[in-house]
């Protein structure tokens, strides 16, 4: 999560959001509005319900911060309020998670429905009850439907949409709206029924873990390593099908289905048998998991499953040749349209080094020694080199025309260490240009101390990418260059240049 100098506007169709419930689901969705900008109110008569906000959305900022490095809109104002009555009466969108039981909700929903707003979108969170069994309380029920999220549900972006039979489908279409405006993915589920998709297919593999386990097949940590050293990495990039298409070879999905489609007849599954959950099971399942959480916390452990979310998220951002695939795609393109947002940022101050990246040190740059591995203090500098780049005109187009800038030499200097979630800033001297050459010196500092744990100095050639060869910058460049290295030229020479010796002859401005 970065904010840089420059500054976002509002981006989302709703600006205020009420919880209603907020346990493990609804401090998640309280996180994913509070961090898309949208001000959310809470009711939940919890004695430590605000404690326990609290501790999902420190979890929550952690991630993001983690997670991306673009600038998000300034975070929304959370308000808990005495009465739901009070938390309702101006949201756009009201969330209900309070828990699972039919009654319950029916006289909760009945509650919002006759105090928020006449156009109030209202979602229920529900696992799994039927949206127009959840509308007979209501006297507007067009406007409610079920939005079912994933735990947790500031960083897993699909929402569940169902509609009852009273479900206007314009509330459907603003919902979908809502959702994507906020980096969510709203899948729309053609007809209800009961768990919807997702819970249905978790519920055939929890019926069938259960009787493992019961059975003394194996214990729960044999299970979930099952899971999350094979299936489980599949599915997180390519769901069931498309999997399965690949795994029936060049023949592809029909010939999937002609090999292994019998086997569904076979002993290979309990079918729809459900175990007896009685105190033996249970107890016998909650001690394995005790031996296998092995002491951490469930905050430790959410803290664990966020940053491996993180990873998972970025590298599919970076799936399909940089285009981003599934998930990663769905971030990449938030991001995009966060950037896009971003209020020009005010002038740069010339007369300085340029402070040009904002960052933090994410769980995937740390190696094995605990800090940020080596490459990735280069990764910095060169997204470094990219805005300085973008700067002096050097943007995309411009390279699409066919010109660009090459480094062709670096000298990195490691200083100190990154630490995992530190924030990271760069700067820019300019040491000499002229109009072939750049010749720059970064710094690179970590925390809000700004310790300097590395400095890098680069070569940089002007180049003509058809012809494969150095070329002349042209005036438009040389005229945003000139500026700031005229500047940096009555700066000291920072300490640590010279790893670089000049070849010829550079002049501080050509
Ligand atoms: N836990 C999970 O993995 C998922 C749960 N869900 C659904 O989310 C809903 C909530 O589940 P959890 O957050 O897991 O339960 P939870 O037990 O963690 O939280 C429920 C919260 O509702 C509050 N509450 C109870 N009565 C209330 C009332 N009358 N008004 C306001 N707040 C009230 C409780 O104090 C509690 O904080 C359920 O419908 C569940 O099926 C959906 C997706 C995943
Ligand atoms: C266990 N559960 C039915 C509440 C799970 C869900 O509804 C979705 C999830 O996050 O797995």
Redesign the pocket.
């Known amino acids: 999560m970065t904010h840089t100098t420059a500054s976002t506007t509002a981006f989302a169709p709703i600006t205020r959001a009420a919880c ?7 401090g998640g969705w309280i996180a994913r509005f509070l961090l898309a900008g949208i001000d959310v109110k809470v ?4 004695p430590d ?1 605000q404690r ?1 906000v609290g501790e999902v959305l420190a979890n929550a900022e952690r991630a993001y911060g983690l997670l991306t490095s673009v600038p998000l809109p300034p975070r929304g104002r959370l308000t808990f309020c005495a009465t ?1 009555e009070e938390a309702v009466r101006d949201a756009e969108w009201v969330q209900e ?4 039981r039919l009654d ?1 909700k029916q006289r ?1 929903l009945g509650e919002i429905d006759a105090t928020c707003p006449a156009q109030a979108l209202i979602g229920s ?3 799994g009850l039927l949206p127009s069994e959840l509308q007979t309380t209501l006297t507007h029920p067009e406007r409610l439907f079920v939005a ?4 947790p549900v500031y960083l897993l972006p699909l929402v569940e949409i169902v509609g009852g039979r009273a479900t206007a489908p314009a509330t459907i279409a603003r919902a979908k709206a809502v959702l994507d405006a906020i980096g969510m993915k709203g899948v729309v589920i053609a007809r209800e029924i009961e768990a919807f998709v997702g819970d249905r297919l978790l519920e055939a593999l929890w019926r069938e873990a259960l009787w493992l386990i019961k059975d003394d097949i194996c214990d729960v940590e044999t299970l979930d390593d099952v899971i999350r050293y094979s299936f489980g990495l599949r599915w997180a990039q390519m769901g069931l099908f498309q999997t399965y298409r690949i795994a029936g070879g060049e023949a592809g999905m029909r010939h999937f289905l002609a090999q292994f489609g019998p086997c569904l007849q076979w002993p290979w599954t309990k079918l729809t048998d459900v175990v007896d959950l009685d105190d033996a099971l249970v107890e016998k399942i909650g001690a394995q998991s005790d031996e296998q959480a092995a002491g951490l916390s469930i905050r430790e452990l959410e803290r664990i499953r966020d940053e491996n979310l993180v990873g998972i998220l970025q590298a599919l951002k970076t799936g399909h040749g940089d285009r981003g695939w599934g998930a990663g795609k769905l971030l990449g393109d938030f991001e995009a349209r966060l950037a896009a947002q971003v209020a020009p940022a005010p002038a740069l101050d010339i007369t300085a080094p340029l402070e040009l990246v904002e960052t933090r040190v994410s769980p995937a740059w740390v190696d094995y020694n605990g800090h940020m591995t080596e490459h990735r203090y280069l990764q910095v500098f060169g997204d470094t080199t990219d805005a300085l780049l973008r700067l002096i005109g050097v943007d995309i187009a411009y390279v699409q025309a066919g010109h660009s800038y090459y480094t062709v030499e670096t000298h990195l200097r490691h200083l100190d260490e990154g630490k995992l979630g530190e924030e990271l800033r760069s700067t820019c001297q300019i040491i000499a240009v002229d109009d072939k050459r750049l010749h720059v010196f970064y710094r690179l500092f970590a925390g809000p101390e700004r310790r300097e744990i590395a400095t890098a100095e680069q070569m940089m050639l002007h180049v003509d990418t058809k012809a494969g060869r150095a070329s002349p910058s042209p005036e438009p460049v040389m005229a945003r260059l000139r500026p700031i290295a005229l500047a940096h030229a009555r700066l000291e020479p920072p300490a640590g240049a010279g790893g670089i010796p000049a070849r010829r002859k550079e002049t501080a401005a050509a």
């Open positions: 209603i419930g907020g346990g493990v689901i609804g009711f939940d008569p919890h319900a326990i739901l998670s309070v828990p699972e319950l909760v969170s529900t696992s079912h999220p994933y735990n």
